[in-house]
């Protein structure tokens, strides 16, 4: 059974920093592409960023771009998403998935999600 699990959601000052990580259970190593997506309230879905079974590709959303960085750890099937200059419009709830493939291609679904971790940005 494949559990996935997001830690590391806060409240955070416009203009700082955070950095959420993301365990999956369940899964052969170095098998999968995964990634990040968000949600705050009263708006859509939005996909934040992916990586590649290998860890050399990635793929970001315009809206966070140049700030945020997604990296894994293949020894332990986790990842993690550095987000720096922080906006309020960033506030969201964060979950982390997986691909069904090794490389994210656009518009493709995960096959699993996280439950996911508040993060809000405010003074």
């Known amino acids: 059974q494949v559990r996935v699990v997001e830690s590391g959601g806060e409240l955070v000052q416009p203009g700082g920093s955070l950095k959420l990580s993301c365990a999956a259970s369940?899964?052969?190593?170095?098998?999968?592409?995964m990634g990040w997506f968000r949600q705050a309230p009263e708006k859509e879905r939005e996909f934040v960023g992916s990586?590649?079974?290998?860890?050399?590709?990635?793929y970001y959303g315009s809206s966070v771009k140049g700030r945020f960085t997604i990296s894994r750890d293949h020894a332990e099937t986790a990842v993690y998403l550095q987000m720096n200059n922080l906006k309020p419009e960033d506030t969201a709830i964060y979950y982390c998935?997986?691909?069904?493939?090794?490389?994210?291609?656009?518009?493709?679904?995960?096959?699993?999600w996280g439950q996911g971790t508040q993060v809000t940005v405010s003074s």
């Open positions: 998935v997986v691909f069904g493939e090794s490389y994210y291609y656009l518009g493709s679904e995960p096959t699993h």
């Open positions: 369940g899964l052969p190593p170095m098998s999968y592409a």
């Open positions: 990586i590649s079974w290998n860890g050399l590709s990635t």
